[in-house]
């Protein structure tokens, strides 16, 4: 049963760059047929993706953000990494990290998310 | 990409069905059979409810079922209990390795 932990810090500044990792356990990061994603929940909303990155490194990105993500992999810690720059308040949100079938568009495995605030 | 559509809130009484609707396009549900719903807790991380239009998870009871029409992707909860209040949210595929998620539905047992 794969598990995922989301971490890193739960206050950013303004204008600076939120960055955070996501560490895969109990499977292999470098599955085929599996992408691995991050998505937002803005207090009280509803759910964003924000992209997604395969083990050799291919990314998709929501249009809405692609301009200030990236997302990255480092199959040998079994981890992958978000960074998102110039942050706003607008960011405020619980960032999670899942497990996406490559074929099927579907997310089978969560983490348990971290808030991440955006302070002026 | 445009949030897909879903009513606020639902609601029904021990034992009775519900369903809740969502309504996308013809660029994502209308086109791709690859709509998902997810079920919320307070305070817990979202869990795969239905895949691919109407396909169950290991561990989801039956009482779970999806279905399509046209652009709207529909849930629905038969012999509702108390354990299934949560949000529900629905996903579908854009197409380019695009997802959408609806703007989620709070489920309230009566």
């Known amino acids: 049963q794969v598990q995922l932990q989301e971490s890193g810090p739960g206050l950013v500044k303004s204008s600076q760059t939120l960055s955070l990792t996501c560490t895969v356990s109990g499977g292999s990061i470098s599955s085929d047929g599996y992408y691995w994603s991050w998505i937002r929940q803005h207090p009280g909303k509803g759910l964003e993706w924000i992209g997604n990155i395969y083990y050799s490194g291919s990314t998709y990105y929501n249009p809405s953000l692609k301009s200030r993500v990236t997302i990255s992999v480092d199959t040998s810690n079994k981890q992958f990494s978000l960074k998102l720059s110039s942050v706003t308040a607008a960011d405020t949100a619980v960032y999670y990290c899942?497990?996406?079938?490559?074929?099927?568009?579907?997310?089978?495995?969560w983490g348990q998310g971290t808030l991440v605030t955006v302070s002026s | 990409q445009s949030a897909l559509t879903q009513p606020p809130s639902a609601s029904g009484s021990p034992g009775q069905s519900v369903t809740i609707s969502c309504t996308g396009t013809?660029?994502?549900?209308?086109?791709?059979?690859?709509v998902s719903w997810y079920q919320q807790h307070p305070g817990k991380a979202p869990k795969l409810m239905i895949y691919?239009?109407?396909k169950r998870p290991s561990g989801v009871p039956d009482r779970f079922s999806g279905s399509k029409s046209g652009n709207t992707a529909s849930l629905t909860v038969s012999g509702l209990q108390a354990e299934d209040e949560a949000d529900y949210y629905c996903?579908?595929?854009?197409?380019?390795?695009?997802?959408?998620f609806g703007g989620g539905t709070k489920l309230t047992v009566l």
């Open positions: 899942a497990r996406k079938r490559r074929e099927f568009h579907y997310f089978d495995s």
């Open positions: 013809s660029s994502d549900v209308g086109t791709y059979n690859y």
């Open positions: 691919e239009v109407n």
């Open positions: 996903s579908s595929y854009a197409g380019s390795n695009i997802l959408v």
